[in-house]
């Protein structure tokens, strides 16, 4: 069984976080400047050194140094010397950086179809009438055997069900052609934050966030200063990265230490405007990804961010210092005190507000999953670098690395927009072909094929536009295909997908 972790420390006591415990998650709050990100820092490092592979986002650009051994940094010597730490030594930790833009790390890219509607309503921002428009189109997708990979498959396939609407009425319900507009403009300002390289192949592995070097789990660091631009966007991201967890992950039940811990930074951003179906589903995903042996570290500023249903299973608590300047402060530190287990000793309504730097009110799950009482200590300083590396460092460390080279070039095999692009080129050639079939009649029927009966058998009647014919040629094609098996995930709709 894996050693207890030293995480904070006072003058009478040393508090550890039990390894086998990690997996009842766990939560650091605390408002802006007050040491959330060092705690954050100094958790991975813990974790790293057992073995266990952890995943954190990098949202100011400062937890690279995590690689690097730390030293020099004057607050950390006197940190060590005030606490005591026998044996304390300066070490860096191996790492995997990641970035969706691909600039920072290693691209991380989701398959539209992988993503599902749900998720992605939620990044585009859809209303509900909008959001089941979308989710038909999945459906319609999902039944003729369509792959949506990147957006360029969910245009094209936009665009087929919106132009084909009728043919689609009588099986799959009306289709909006407002709402199919509303969904094409979402995409374009997606687009615009260059929402599009996060879709695509190859996808992400997840086995690749769960691996070890030399004996210590690495630590994968996520770039998400750019991504944090949109943070609708990044929250989906990270939820879909946690649903992939719990996808994949087989049964692992209570193990001596986790297979993977997910700290979830600025945490409050993946409950705002939240809709219920989506609460939903992320209370299910924590609840049940504990038998995974995943570990998840929710990190905001304030415990009321988080809903109670996800708060009532966050056994692990590191409350650093808020702030009272109004009546909702107040009253955001008063539940705060009252989500831990009391310690007679202390007021901790009137501590959470006096709290320094670096100090926070601590208390971990026992042996026996049961909160310990909270204590008043300072966090164990980190022993990597406080701060980023080098833009020279991080490209050595990323050319370096165990993924070096898997995800670094897109794929673009064949799925919906080639197919219904193929389709189309095909229907448009047939098209031609027919109106100049019945234009060579026409000219061998001579004077005969005028007047009235011509006008009947088409010489000067209506002739079916070449649209027209692509359209219900495409229509016919996809409705006789075989439907291929597609990957959806537990959040890849709101009936829980498909795998």
Same mark, same amino acid.
């Given at each position: 069984?894996?050693? !207890?972790?030293?995480?904070?420390? #006072?003058?009478?006591?040393?508090?550890?976080?039990?390894?086998?415990?990690?997996?009842?998650?766990?939560?650091?709050?605390?408002?802006?400047?007050? &040491?959330?990100?060092?705690?954050?820092?100094?958790?991975?490092?813990?974790?790293?050194?057992?073995?266990?592979?952890?995943?954190?986002?990098?949202?100011?650009?400062?937890?690279?140094?995590?690689?690097?051994?730390?030293?020099?940094? @004057?607050?950390?010597?006197?940190?060590?010397?005030?606490?005591?730490?026998?044996?304390?030594?300066?070490?860096?930790? !191996?790492?995997?950086?990641?970035?969706?833009?691909?600039?920072?790390?290693?691209?991380?890219?989701?398959?539209?179809?992988?993503? &599902? !509607?749900?998720?992605?309503?939620?990044?585009?921002?859809?209303?509900?009438?909008?959001?089941?428009?979308?989710?038909?189109?999945?459906? $319609?997708?999902?039944? #003729?055997?369509?792959?949506? *990979?990147? *957006?360029?498959?969910?245009?094209?396939?936009?665009?087929?069900?919106?132009?084909?609407?009728?043919?689609?009425?009588?099986?799959?319900?009306?289709?909006?052609?407002?709402?199919?507009?509303?969904?094409?403009?979402?995409?374009?300002?997606?687009?615009?934050?260059?929402?599009?390289?996060?879709?695509?192949? %190859?996808?992400?592995?997840?086995?690749?966030?769960?691996?070890?070097?030399?004996?210590?789990?690495?630590?994968?660091?996520?770039?998400?200063?750019?991504?944090?631009?949109? %943070?609708?966007?990044?929250?989906?991201? *990270?939820?879909?990265?946690?649903?992939?967890?719990?996808?994949?992950?087989?049964? @692992?039940?209570? /193990?001596?230490?986790?297979?993977?811990?997910?700290?979830?930074? =600025?945490?409050?951003?993946?409950?705002?405007?939240?809709?219920?179906?989506?609460?939903?589903?992320?209370?299910?995903?924590?609840?049940? $990804? +504990?038998?995974?042996?995943?570990?998840?570290?929710?990190?905001?500023? #304030?415990?009321?961010?988080?809903?109670?249903?996800?708060?009532?299973?966050?056994?692990?608590?590191?409350?650093?210092?808020?702030?009272?300047?109004?009546?909702?402060?107040?009253?955001?530190?008063?539940?705060?005190?009252?989500?831990?287990?009391? #310690? !007679?000793?202390?007021?901790?309504?009137?501590? $959470?507000?006096? /709290?320094?730097?670096?100090?926070? /009110?601590?208390?971990?799950?026992?042996?026996?999953?049961?909160?310990?009482?909270?204590?008043?200590?300072?966090?164990?300083?980190?022993?990597?670098?406080?701060?980023?590396?080098?833009?020279? +460092?991080?490209?050595?460390?990323?050319?370096?690395?165990?993924?070096?080279?898997?995800?670094?070039?897109?794929?673009?095999?064949?799925?919906?927009?080639?197919?219904?692009?193929?389709?189309?080129?095909?229907?448009?050639?047939?098209?031609?072909?027919?109106?100049?079939?019945?234009?060579?009649?026409?000219?061998?029927?001579?004077?005969?094929?005028?007047?009235? *009966?011509?006008?009947?058998?088409?010489?000067?009647?209506?002739? =079916?536009?070449?649209?027209?014919?692509?359209?219900?040629?495409? @229509?016919?094609?996809?409705?006789?295909?075989?439907?291929?098996?597609?990957?959806?995930?537990?959040?890849?709709?709101?009936?829980?997908?498909?795998?």
């Amino acid at each position: 069984m894996a050693d !207890p972790l030293l995480i904070a420390k #006072n003058a009478h006591t040393e508090l550890f976080l039990l390894p086998q415990m990690a997996n009842r998650h766990g939560l650091i709050t605390g408002a802006t400047g007050t &040491g959330k990100t060092v705690t954050l820092q100094t958790l991975a490092e813990q974790f790293s050194a057992i073995g266990v592979p952890c995943f954190l986002s990098d949202v100011k650009g400062d937890l690279s140094g995590i690689s690097q051994p730390g030293g020099g940094n @004057a607050k950390v010597e006197e940190r060590v010397a005030m606490l005591g730490l026998e044996g304390f030594a300066h070490e860096g930790y !191996p790492v995997t950086f990641w970035d969706p833009f691909g600039e920072a790390g290693h691209p991380v890219r989701a398959t539209v179809s992988d993503m &599902g !509607p749900l998720l992605l309503a939620r990044i585009l921002d859809l209303n509900e009438t909008q959001a089941g428009v979308l989710n038909l189109v999945f459906k $319609i997708a999902d039944d #003729n055997g369509l792959l949506l *990979l990147d *957006l360029k498959d969910l245009r094209s396939m936009l665009a087929f069900v919106g132009e084909n609407a009728k043919s689609f009425t009588t099986e799959y319900g009306n289709v909006s052609a407002a709402s199919i507009g509303a969904i094409q403009r979402g995409l374009l300002t997606l687009e615009s934050q260059g929402g599009d390289k996060i879709f695509g192949e %190859p996808m992400l592995n997840i086995d690749d966030l769960m691996q070890t070097e030399r004996g210590r789990g690495v630590v994968n660091i996520l770039a998400a200063d750019k991504l944090m631009q949109s %943070p609708k966007l990044y929250a989906t991201l *990270l939820l879909w990265l946690l649903a992939e967890l719990f996808e994949n992950l087989p049964e @692992a039940g209570d /193990l001596d230490k986790p297979k993977l811990v997910f700290f979830f930074d =600025e945490a409050h951003l993946l409950f705002n405007d939240a809709p219920p179906a989506l609460v939903e589903k992320i209370e299910q995903v924590v609840r049940l $990804i +504990r038998s995974k042996g995943v570990g998840v570290f929710f990190v905001t500023q #304030n415990p009321a961010d988080v809903p109670d249903r996800v708060l009532s299973q966050l056994g692990n608590r590191v409350q650093h210092a808020l702030r009272a300047f109004s009546p909702r402060d107040q009253k955001a530190v008063k539940a705060a005190a009252e989500t831990m287990r009391d #310690n !007679p000793a202390l007021d901790e309504a009137a501590v $959470i507000t006096e /709290l320094g730097v670096g100090e926070a /009110l601590v208390s971990f799950l026992d042996a026996k999953g049961r909160p310990n009482v909270v204590e008043r200590a300072f966090i164990v300083p980190p022993r990597g670098q406080i701060g980023p590396i080098p833009d020279a +460092r991080r490209r050595q460390l990323m050319q370096s690395s165990l993924v070096a080279g898997v995800y670094d070039k897109p794929v673009d095999r064949e799925s919906a927009h080639e197919i219904l692009k193929a389709r189309a080129e095909q229907a448009a050639q047939a098209a031609t072909a027919q109106a100049e079939a019945k234009q060579q009649a026409k000219a061998a029927a001579g004077p005969a094929g005028g007047g009235v *009966l011509g006008t009947v058998l088409g010489g000067g009647g209506r002739r =079916e536009s070449a649209v027209e014919a692509l359209a219900k040629s495409a @229509a016919r094609a996809i409705g006789s295909q075989v439907g291929r098996s597609l990957v959806r995930g537990i959040l890849g709709s709101l009936l829980g997908g498909k795998r």
